[in-house]
Structure formats: structure tokens, C-alpha cells
């Protein structure tokens, strides 16, 4: 059921990188999974950067709308997910302390787009006891509920936010960048915050992917329609790091079942399926989850997994980037 009947207000969007309009269609598509209203939306590709992008978009007036109540990334928690809480809490537990594995013991580590808190909590619990951690958070809904299990959030966007330069050992965006109005201003504001040499973790839905390959016209689940407004492939994630003050260290893929798993159920509530078959393939079912795991590991060994997991370090000058 759609949830509004009320057409969004929005915007046009340009490619973040080159900030161009030559973009040719790639995709059309609906909220399949919230229905936040009853709107279709256009996604499409820069014909010179080859980010995929949102266009039109929805006004930042409407993030409350598009970003309902019961968003999961406002209270991902066991009470809700069960053994998916726990199977993906100790597989990010130990993705995260691999990529931030060469960090001093007392450093300073802050997430951006840090939700309800989930990975710093992770951080909290299995790295070192000395390292401080915050957060930044634009929702004040998903702020509380971080602070509410003793995270340091500063609510507001990351351009925004007064926390000083050359601060931070390393940032993380963990499935943000793709939110993001403004991706390459947001990297230039986390460039200042960095110390020279410090690393910035990017974890995104990937566009080089077999998953969007397939399912790109209008199913895909990286799309999550109409809250991810900026998608990359490691070609385009890179010129946007680069153009923001980063080195490259390292891009790889990364296994993950959600895309695989909202693909199959956006066509099938498209198609009108009965709701308990399309409701068995959510973030609350460990069987479908389990089933594109395996199957997405395939795709990881070929360098086409579902999500992009990228480190890029601030260059050791301490030259501030140029403002776009």
C-alpha cells in the first residue's frame, strides 16, 4: 500500500563529479520498499564520469518523507533482525578492524552518516580501547537512538559540522556516499578533518556489479529508490576521491546479499506477488540472505560484488583541497 499519496517536491540533479547534465537514461522505478509516495523516479548515467544518479531528486524538505519511521537504519537491532543482528554484527566486526587495522591505539575515528550507531558500537566492542569515537548523523531520529547507546553524535551534515581540521586518524562512510547531495564537497569537508595520511573508508553500492547488470532497469535493489541519489563503479568512485585530495590505496568488492535480495523482491511486489512471498525476501529473512551470500561470493572472486569497499588516504601535504 502506498503509504502518501502525495507527490514528492523535487529537484534537477547534475553528475557530482563533472557537474554536467549529459547523462543518457539507465533506470526507472518506484519505492518499492516503503511507498513513501506514488511517484516514479529516473536514474541516470554521466556519459563522461559514469556515475549513475538520481534525476530529478527529492528536495532535502522531503527526508522525512522518504525516510520513514521504520527505516531500518535507524534501529538495526536483534530485538528486530534476530540472526541476521548477530551474523552481520560479527561479520562487520571483522571487516572494519581488517581496514582500520593500522591505526595507533588512541585514534580518533568518526562515522559519517553513522545512523543508529551500529558500526561505532562494533568499534566500541571489539578494537582497541583507546580509540575515541564519534559520530555524524543529519537524522535526529537516528541521532537519539545512537546517543542512547553512548555514542558521541554530532547531528548535521558533515560540510556543516565544526569539528576542526586535521583531527580524525581515519573517516568512515559506510554505506552514506550514496545518500549524499553534494558527495564531492561532503569528501573535501572529511579531507580537511583528516590528519596527513589518514584513511577514509568507503563502503557503497556498486554499479560494476552482476546484480545491477541485470536488474538495472528497474528492480535493483541498489537503487532503494528514491533515498540513494549518487552510485559509483570503482572507475568513478576513484576520479570522485582523487578530485576530492585522496590517494588510492586500495578498491576492491565486497559479498553482500541485500541487493540480490531486494532485487528479487522489488519485481515480485511489482508484479503484484502474494505479500508473504515478497515479504520473505527482506533484510528479516536469514534464509534468502544466506542463499545470495553464497551465491554473491562467487561474484566477489570475479571482482563484481555487490558493494565497493575503497581506502583512500589524505595526501601527507597539508595543502587545504580547492573549494568547488
Known amino acids: 500500500m502506498i503509504s502518501s499519496q502525495r507527490a514528492l517536491e523535487t529537484q534537477p540533479a547534475c553528475c557530482c563529479i563533472c557537474g554536467t547534465r549529459d547523462a543518457e537514461p539507465v533506470g526507472v522505478g518506484e519505492d518499492f520498499e516503503y511507498r513513501t509516495s506514488p511517484d516514479s523516479f529516473l536514474a541516470v548515467r554521466c556519459t563522461r564520469c559514469g556515475v549513475v544518479y538520481l534525476d530529478p531528486r527529492p528536495s532535502m524538505n522531503e527526508l522525512e518523507t522518504i525516510y520513514p519511521d521504520d527505516y531500518h537504519a535507524f534501529a538495526f537491532d536483534e530485538a528486530r533482525f534476530g540472526i541476521v543482528y548477530k551474523a552481520r554484527s560479527r561479520l562487520e566486526a571483522r571487516r572494519l578492524l581488517k581496514a582500520l587495522s593500522g591505526l595507533p591505539s588512541d585514534a580518533r575515528i568518526l562515522d559519517v ?17 583507546g580509540w575515541r569515537l564519534e559520530g555524524v548523523e543529519l537524522d535526529h531520529r537516528a541521532a537519539t537512538i545512537a546517543r542512547q547507546r553512548g555514542i558521541s553524535v554530532h547531528q548535521g551534515r558533515i560540510e556543516d559540522a565544526d569539528l576542526g581540521q586535521s583531527r580524525f586518524d581515519a573517516v568512515m562512510l559506510i554505506q552514506t556516499i550514496e545518500h549524499l547531495a553534494d558527495p564531492m564537497r561532503a569528501l573535501k569537508a572529511i579531507q580537511r578533518l583528516l590528519v596527513p595520511g589518514g584513511l577514509l573508508l568507503i563502503v557503497t553500492d556498486n554499479t560494476g556489479s552482476l546484480d545491477f547488470a541485470i536488474a538495472k532497469r528497474r528492480h535493483w535493489g541498489g537503487y532503494h529508490w528514491p533515498r540513494h541519489w549518487y552510485l559509483f563503479n570503482a572507475s568513478s568512485l576513484k576520479e570522485l576521491a582523487t578530485r576530492s585530495g ?20 522489488n519485481a515480485l511486489d511489482d508484479w503484484g506477488a502474494p505479500r508473504r512471498l515478497v515479504d520473505f525476501f527482506s533484510l528479516e529473512s536469514p534464509v534468502a540472505l544466506a542463499a545470495f551470500t553464497v551465491f554473491d561470493a562467487f561474484n566477489t572472486l570475479a571482482r563484481r560484488g555487490a558493494l565497493l569497499r575503497a581506502v583512500f588516504a589524505r595526501a601527507q601535504s597539508t595543502e587545504e583541497p580547492l573549494e568547488s
Do not use: A, K
Not at 550507531?117 to 580501547?129: A, K, T, V
Open 113 to 129: 552518516g553513522c545512523g543508529d550507531g551500529f558500526h561505532l558500537d562494533l568499534l566500541r566492542q571489539s578494537g582497541p580501547n
Open 246 to 265: 585522496f590517494e588510492t590505496v586500495d578498491i576492491s568488492t565486497m559479498t553482500s546479499p541485500v541487493n540480490w535480495t531486494y532485487s528479487v523482491r
